[in-house]
């Protein structure tokens, strides 16, 4: 099938040649040029304006939007001026559902398709393939059907669930049209926050890990350090990256993020090129908000999202209030940060 | 009744002033003989030694020790060395309830009696009384109840409760007897440890309104960072320290750490003389061991204790495995700390 | 000065109750007849229709809304319709606050004023006066002075918080004008959320006492049950009830909410009248949806509302997953509810 | 190598099939005498009693423990009455790592060598491998390393962890020597806390999932419930055991506990066979334990934990509390929870 692409960064660049290489050919574009004169390849055809790209795809026209969550919603509504009726815009990127709500509700009546697909794959998808959360119609997604599987990992890129016969289903591929518009999103933003859960519970456990050697450490003695009763139970040094190689093989929590996270520890095992100010970005924010109004505990989910909160320093006020509260009813003077 | 008291502290002297205000006499001795000085009064007795100590107090002796609860243990051995049959110790210090348990063993044989009292009331407890949480055999405890029932606030410092009629019980004038050696103690832990939860969810709710503002303040436009959607739904600025005050009267929250916070906020209400780093003192980690070996849930005060951990820096090795994680995955390079 | 109360119900009628024995005039409406024929008294004046009720207020009007959440907004629109230029509308219920945003600019073309009041007190506000959180225009507010004032608790109703000097302010007679339009609601949210922890914390800390006697217990032994190690440290019999009390008097945890509990607990100290079903009202939710809005850590709070979702059955699919995990992984089979 | 096997349960008998498909020896016991009939096969050497087992190996002599975590204590002191200098016993149990740093002092001065390994990979270790986290002695690991190579699921069950290069390190083939008595356990510790938090990331993300169509259900309307604000983004059905499968392909949260997961929905997407009570097995607990006693933040591991103890009916006390201070402050009476 022929398809254009819009937005040609690592996720967008990748996924024209994923695609490319299996058969389809892509237009692409970019508003910076010099990404679009980067990206060759037979099958990939360059345009060099909107309208110049428009004019470049057959209809009914495909096309794939990747570009910053900042600006999806100027380029969908910039491509809707230009699109026919049985146009469909897919929207690739890491959209809020509610947003895909809206843009299905306006463009229904042009007759253009609009398609939410949450794509997962990060960095290595070129590669491993990227696995595909869709939202929309029925038929339109139905008709997309080769894009989406050529995008997809694949069924051999896992052994088969045990249980499942017969002719691979498109969740077997590592693709799947989870509902209406909306729903592609929905399941990559619960996946996301599932996501945030799994990297703060290795985090935490090797941190745990970490200061298994606080008994062997000379700790302050002052009225506000609370003493360790039993430093004789912790004097253990673990190497911390060979923990997380063993763990890779046949363990029950053997995992693409744990093999990760040995990679990044494999090279420098305290991370010390990190401050350790982590970034969040939506999807964790939005899975919470979803259980708050659902009903449906996430706590968590939701610890993990607030620890990056903390790491952002977004806990300080808050900090300072203890420590007023302290020192108010049981005149503690505060430690500096500087002391511990 | 005479009563001994070793460890001359704020806490010690002012327990000291208060029963000597209401009719005690105390012997009173400090391995700092300045604190033993600094305290004079009608019926205030100094000891310049522990045989000094033990010589002007008349048998049965009663021992409150009011030191620090490292060398509580210490104090009681050194103690019972020089008691009789029939003279009580009474730990009045923060002691984890194990210990109680273990040193009302160890004096049995010898006769001597063992009491455990937690106390609270911080540095209003000379005007307030202190609320006392008692541990120890019937016997020994009933023959005590005037020292108790002239520390503790009194019937009067709050209204009676609906439903209670009649003579006014202990713990109606603010002490009670909780049961055999330890558990005076064990109520104290978790007393203090739903302290913590307490001053966190004020520290939180202040936070949160602290950052009503968000919507007003121009926010770094990067990949890293999730954009507010809704600006014009935080464009707030809220007085706190007039909150806490207006809180204080009326509402569902009152108490009296919150009288504690509106006086800190009061003459310095962005709290810059502190940095955050806010301490623990054992009861809050003894609550959550507590809550562990039972099989209760503890979320809340967990979530407290755990916030003071990450304000004394300990989640730093986690985060930085997150970020590394972030790296590792989707290319996110880290925002450094300084630049948030 | 004159009022209009919509909305008898106890709180409606306390508030005009409070309100006349203080000078001041009321015009009541329910939708309920029988409410508005029930809450008679001199300077109380009823009113048997909308019209009615807008005819019997002198302009300019003032209309205090005291109508359940679901249909505040109707009121208002309804009220609005028949209101003048310079009338004024408090909403006195627990609206969301941005309800009051959007409410404030619907019906400043038409020159009412919009005031949102965030109301504290509870069944006990008659007697104790509740404590208001305001928000609206300036000059608006300051004409409406005398009536928050009078329902207000009042200045002598706490201890004066030390610092504070001279004439006492506002937010010492127990109301606050918090900012504009929905900043009282904002700022009763969060005292909402607070109230939240402040449960949870007092809850979860009783819970772990009225478990001491765990090492008492007969427990079950079989490979799906965590034998207890030390049972020897968990043989406490703790009298909750006597707890909650003795805790009122000099303790740092004693509070309002604490006084409450003590009285519940009073009477019956297992509580075997409730199942443990715990609501949840709205402002818990939208103190977690803020804090997650805006970036801030809110770990206590958030337990605390999830705990209540958890109590509302809501996790129940999550905890069928995770047997089904564990059978997977390890051939366990789930112990039933019913074996616990 | 010859070892001998006590505990023929699964795990035991698993390992001991596992040992001589590899060309090791075995001598087994186990105190069913059906369990040790049932065990044959080339290299199987059985034992009719202790003394039997004994006798059977030669020295110096391996013996493996893998029996109940209830009864390792009292099998391994009557093993040692039995053995002799230079041999060596390993618990390959669940232990808690404090009772392997007492075992192994406890040996010491009989000659007699202790090493605890952690054993991770459920009922699918047989075919798949087991990950070994193993503590003890330098130069008696050493000895071992046929026995754990064997066991470990081998360099070629993952690929390579890019910046390792070279002979592959133990750790490669999934086994690891990680310090001395105790530190094979202490790491399974984390493991399985690590495995709480995981698996509580899904459950949580899949229940938010499910609910994803509570704006499609009739909620009940009272002032007891909150109402949903937006119904009609929460209209999704969602298809859980194929979400769970599209996520094993090519996702950023792939892993094994996903794989388990979308097996067990694959045949029973609604798990009514499952009432939720999920078991907890100590590991959780003393990872919990052990950051309390570090300092170290665990917000995600210790919210995962107490999830399961509120699923085995353990908040029940905090809920009737929550309610009855509701009814208290409010008047609200409590929902039943058969109403909900």
Not at 272 to 289: K, M
Request: aromatic share 6%.
């Amino acid at each position: 099938m022929q398809l254009g692409m819009i937005g040609l960064g690592r996720m967008g660049a990748n996924l024209v040649r994923r695609l490319t290489n299996n058969g389809h050919s892509c237009v692409v574009y970019d508003v910076n040029a010099a990404a679009v004169n980067a990206l060759t390849g037979q099958d990939i055809q360059h345009a060099d304006s909107l309208d110049d790209f428009i004019a470049k795809l057959s209809r009914p026209r495909v096309v794939w939007v990747m570009v910053p969550a900042g600006v999806t919603g100027k380029t969908v509504s910039d491509l809707a001026a230009l699109l026919s009726v049985d146009d469909t815009i897919i929207d690739g990127g890491n959209s809020y559902y509610r947003d895909d709500q809206v843009r299905a509700k306006t463009l229904k009546p042009h007759g253009i398709h609009y398609v939410d697909c949450g794509t997962s794959g990060g960095v290595f998808g070129l590669e491993r393939g990227y696995c595909l959360m869709i939202g929309g119609e029925d038929g339109v997604i139905d008709r997309l059907d080769p894009i989406f599987r050529s995008i997809a990992p694949g069924v051999a890129s896992a052994p088969r669930t045990a249980g499942r016969e017969g002719e691979p289903a498109a969740e077997e591929h590592g693709y799947l049209h989870c509902g209406p518009a909306g729903a592609g999103h929905f399941v990559k933003m619960i996946h996301n926050g599932i996501e945030y859960g799994l990297m703060a519970a290795y985090a935490e456990g090797l941190n745990i890990l970490k200061h298994a050697d606080v008994g062997l450490r000379s700790r302050t003695q002052d009225a506000e350090t609370t003493p360790l009763r039993e430093p004789e139970a912790y004097q253990y040094h673990i190497d911390i990256a060979k923990v997380t190689e063993v763990w890779r093989r046949g363990s029950v929590i053997s995992s693409w993020l744990l093999d990760l996270t040995a990679a990044a520890l494999a090279g420098d095992s305290e991370l010390e090129q990190f401050s350790g100010h982590v970034s969040d970005s939506g999807e964790g924010r939005w899975t919470t908000l979803a259980a708050v109004d659902e009903g449906v505990p996430a706590p968590v989910i939701s610890a993990a999202l607030f620890g990056r909160f903390e790491s952002q320093g977004e806990a300080d006020y808050a900090d300072r209030i203890l420590s007023a509260m302290r020192k108010q009813f049981g005149g503690h003077d505060e430690k500096q940060k500087s002391d511990s």
